[in-house]
């Protein structure tokens, strides 16, 4: 492979990972799907390729839709137990944090991309984040053009709604935020408030996932954690509001991530595993006023 190739793809990287990521929702294994388009590419004549952007856009997306149909033929070898990579930044609104939330993907979008189809998935991703053109998709999809926008246009009904507004997004941030304050209080009857009856908590600790129903259940569990003598600080997580957790030592101990709707929490997914924590992007260390 000539120099000016190599660059030139190294050029592309960025947006392919970007690609990727947002298709499988796992860094890692956009990688890796980066990294086969890699090897794809040394093994082709540079002279067969008139769009290398494009045709890398094809190739990954190739990829990455024989990476989702194994995933539905084998779930039980889901990508890390079906919990994505953790990336953490504190609520500031600093330009590069900002940009650290446009790179990532949240849980709940994450949630509803894992319940489209592999096509479906492809085409609005492709077309709505990247605005891949359908003919374009289509050819890695194998259907027509309109064939693929209706694929698109049926994920898009699926996933309306998990985008929330900047006002919304100060809402659910209320909410966690007075979620956190009751449980540094021990107020117990303002968590219940804050609470959807139906809550679900799933905790992925040392032992593997264990998921606690009801407000009732998630409030004693906290309760149990209150006296801890632990830092706990707001921020938001894979863009969902949440918390963080530091040991008196300014070790991590765990991430939380809140879903809300309508003014209560319905679901708290939480990690306290050493091993996954051990991987957390951007978590920032507790400052020496806490």
């Known amino acids: 492979m000539s120099d000016a190739l190599a660059q030139a793809f190294e050029g592309q990287r960025a947006r392919l990972v970007g690609v990727a990521h947002r298709m499988l929702g796992s860094r890692a294994d956009a990688e890796d799907a980066v ?3 890699w090897l794809r590419l040394a093994r082709q004549d540079p002279a067969a390729i008139d769009n290398l952007a494009g045709w890398l856009t094809t190739v990954v997306g190739r990829v990455c839709l024989d990476v989702l149909r194994a995933r539905r033929a084998r779930p039980e070898a889901s990508y890390d137990d079906g919990l994505s990579e953790i990336v953490v ?5 600093a330009p590069e944090e900002d940009a650290v939330l446009a790179d990532s993907v949240g849980l709940a979008l994450l949630v509803v991309l894992d319940n489209l189809g592999p096509a479906e998935r492809l085409a ?3 077309h709505d984040t990247f605005a891949v053109p359908f003919d374009e998709i289509g050819e890695i999809l194998g259907r027509s053009a309109d064939a693929t926008k209706m694929l698109a246009s049926r994920a898009r009904r699926k996933v309306q709604g998990t985008h ?18 009751a449980s540094r209080a021990g107020d117990f009857e303002a968590l219940l408030r804050l609470l959807d009856p139906d809550v679900t908590w799933r905790t992925y600790g040392p032992r593997g996932l264990v998921v606690r129903v009801g407000a009732a259940e998630v409030v004693n569990h906290a309760r149990r954690g209150a006296r801890a003598a632990v830092t706990l600080r707001a921020a938001t997580v894979n863009g969902e509001p949440g918390i963080v957790t530091w040991g008196p030592t ?14 209560r929490i319905v679901e708290i997914l939480s990690v306290s595993d050493p091993k ?7 978590a920032p260390p507790p400052s020496s006023e806490e």
Not at 89 to 93: K, P, S, T, Y
């Open 35 to 37: 990294q086969e388009a």
């Open 89 to 93: 930044v504190e609520d500031v609104a």
């Open 124 to 126: 609005f991703v492709l």
């Open 164 to 181: 929330s507004s900047g006002e919304e997004r100060q809402r659910q941030r209320a909410v966690v935020d007075a979620f956190l304050a």
């Open 250 to 263: 300014g070790k991590l101990l765990g991430v939380m991530a809140c879903t809300v709707v309508d003014g």
């Open 276 to 282: 996954r924590l051990s991987g957390v992007t951007s």
